[in-house]
């Protein structure tokens, strides 16, 4: 007897995927690598399955916020206010 799917709806963009859990391999979101920074940065905000595209979408906000802060912490002398 094949194993059912449950289809869901992701929090994020409320598309309608098909949730694998059962088949992980070949669920949708195992096209997504996610390390396990990553992983933690999306489960703060989610506790639910997304869909795909939302972990990729995400899996970038994760990097470009890191490069900001990164950017910030390294240039930060220059956007300092001076003290009067």
Known sequence: MPMKHEEKYCPRCKTAFEC?????QLCQCSAVALDNKE?????????????AECMKVLKAEYHNQNLQD?????LGVF???PKK
């Open 20 to 24: 694998k859990v059962g088949s992980i």
């Open 39 to 51: 992983r933690e940065y999306i489960r703060e905000l989610y506790e639910n399955c997304l869909c």
């Open 70 to 74: 990164k950017m910030k912490a390294i």
């Open 79 to 81: 956007y300092r206010v």
